[in-house]
């Protein structure tokens, strides 16, 4: 298992790797660390690329997230530069990070994200209405949690950012999990263990002890379970999900193609327009995959772009 997390991670530095800061910066501006939320004292933050051309009005969110690990040190320009040659704004989200952030919190992160773009959407030039997100692996599972459970924003709530939506309008990401009950098989729960074992920071779930005003782990497995389907997309599929490309390997060890197909299935039952695009040999990961941001832009191409 160690070698496994070991090849993750060697992978989550290929995609998201910042420390080359190129691409070609004449292209595009940066606003680096915009904070657009705060918790328990500690600065949530983005980076803001704007292309320097015409844009086209549309965003792209970044979940800058691999194993659930998020840094801003992680963001890398290379990997936007499709997206920003197409006129696309380019939000590169991070969250609050595994081993501290479990993934339940992290999801309350990615929705004030959402939040705070779509009401600061005249600032940055782009229409609320046309925002899209991406991500691969954990960044695929939070970009799949997004587009099937954003929420309408609350018009009682105290801070103007959270009576917005936190909807997206297309999601495509690499190689998500799905479904933690279900994980490769029928009844195989990967709740960080099993094949997710070398993870197990990202599911230590807690509930606050109102007599200690500690957070302390739920051990009760049931609880576990509630929680686990919780934070599984493939539950929260509607006729309101957004349309979804997900491109993942045949023979990936990480995240079995399963967990594509299963989400498929409830995409095609619900109606919604998904696609899936498999890689023949393709492990958590493939030669390549860099060239593959193309497919993803083209598919926001066929969902945010205007209809002249």
Not at 152 to 158: F, H, L, Q, R
Not at 237 to 249: E, F, N, R
Not at 264 to 279: F, N, Q, R, S, W
């Amino acid at each position: 298992m160690k070698s496994k997390m070991i090849a993750f991670v060697g992978l989550f530095l290929v995609l998201y790797s910042g420390t080359v800061r190129a691409a070609d910066e004449s292209n595009f501006t940066r606003q680096e660390d915009v904070i657009y939320g705060r918790k328990f004292g500690v600065a949530l933050t983005m980076d803001v690329f704007t292309p320097k051309k015409e844009t086209n009005g549309a965003a792209v969110v970044f979940c800058v997230s691999g194993g659930f690990f998020s840094s801003h040190d992680a963001i890398n320009p290379k990997t936007y530069k499709e997206f920003l040659n197409r006129g696309y704004t380019v939000f590169a989200v991070v969250h609050g990070s595994q081993p501290k952030f479990s993934i339940p919190e992290i999801l309350t992160d990615m929705n004030r994200s959402l939040r705070f773009i779509r009401y600061h959407a005249k600032d940055y030039g782009i229409d609320p209405n046309r925002i899209g997100i991406t991500g691969g692996s954990a960044g695929g599972h939070l970009s799949l949690m997004q587009s099937t459970t954003g929420k309408d924003g609350d018009p009682m709530a105290k801070d103007p950012v959270d009576r917005v939506s936190s909807k997206v309008q297309a999601a495509a990401c690499f190689f998500p999990p799905s479904d933690f009950l279900n994980y490769g098989k029928e009844g195989e729960v990967a709740l960080g263990n099993g094949v997710l074992s070398g993870f197990k920071a990202p599911f230590e779930f807690t509930e606050l002890d109102k007599t200690t005003n500690a957070f302390v782990l739920i051990s009760d497995q049931e609880k576990r379970r509630q929680i686990g389907k919780q934070i599984s997309p493939v539950y929260h599929v509607t006729k309101d999900s957004a349309p979804t490309l997900i491109m993942h390997g045949d023979i990936d060890k990480l995240v079995p193609i399963q967990q594509a197909t299963i989400f498929l299935d409830k995409m095609k039952e619900a109606g919604v327009p998904c696609e899936l695009v498999i890689k023949k040999g393709g492990d958590h990961g493939w030669p390549g995959l860099d060239k593959d941001w193309s497919v993803m832009a083209d598919w926001f191409d066929k969902y945010l772009k205007r209809k002249d």
